[in-house]
Structure formats: structure tokens, C-alpha cells
């Protein structure tokens, strides 16, 4: 089975920065796709940022430019490196993993439990 970590959230003050982490684990897979959305309670999920297999990253008009997505392929690890912060960048931040899985080649997704992410003075 295969599933995500995420860790790094925490309060911090606007202008702040902060750096989410996601890990995935399990056997017989390989990443296609790992993504970052974030939740504000009553509002729909949001994506932030995308990373693809060969490296490709795209971003939320919103967070261009304050935002970096990257990855250690080895550790199968993605991250989320957030400066500039903004009150309104205040969510839950979730990975979003596509991968393919081995014994059968059907592409699949699989969601992590959140961590929160807090912008206050």
C-alpha cells in the first residue's frame, strides 16, 4: 500500500517562512506526479503546486513567486518551501501523490492527512 507523510507545518508570522515535507512509502510503485493543495474550512481544496516525474513544476497564480516545489527522488520526498508568508496562505496543506503501481500499471492517487499551516502576528 501506498501512502504519504506530511510534516512542517506550524505557526508562523507573516513574512515568515516555513518548509513542508512529504514522503511517500510502499513498494511496487513509481511516482508520476506529486502535488500540494491546501484547505481553508468551507471552502474547496485548492492546488498550489505541482512536481512531475522528470521535474516539471507549476503553481497557483497565488503563491508564484513565494513558493517552491522540489524533490529528492531518492527518498521519494517532496517539499514545499513557502516564503513571503501571508495571513491568507492560513490552511491545511495536503500531498497529493499519482503513481503508478507495478502490478498492474493502472495509474493511481493517494492523499495525506494534512498538516496545518498557521500565518499570525
Known amino acids: 500500500q501506498v501512502q504519504v507523510v506530511e510534516s512542517g507545518g506550524g505557526l508562523v508570522q507573516p513574512g515568515g517562512s516555513l518548509r513542508l515535507s512529504c514522503a511517500a512509502s510502499?513498494?511496487?510503485?513509481?511516482?508520476?506526479?506529486m502535488n500540494w493543495y491546501r484547505q481553508v474550512p468551507g471552502k474547496q481544496r485548492e492546488l498550489v503546486a505541482t512536481?512531475?516525474?522528470?521535474?516539471?513544476?507549476n503553481y497557483a497564480d497565488s503563491v508564484k513567486g513565494r513558493f517552491t516545489i522540489s524533490r529528492d527522488n531518492a527518498k521519494n520526498t517532496v517539499f514545499l518551501q513557502m516564503n513571503s508568508l501571508k495571513p491568507e496562505d492560513t490552511a491545511d496543506y495536503y500531498c497529493?501523490?499519482?503513481?503508478?503501481?507495478?502490478?498492474?500499471?493502472?495509474?493511481?492517487?493517494?492523499w495525506g492527512q494534512g498538516t496545518q499551516v498557521t500565518v499570525s502576528s
Open positions: 510502499g513498494t511496487g510503485f513509481s511516482i508520476l506526479v
Open positions: 497529493n501523490l499519482a503513481y503508478k503501481d507495478w502490478r498492474d500499471g493502472v495509474p493511481r492517487t493517494t
Open positions: 512536481i512531475t516525474n522528470s521535474g516539471n513544476t
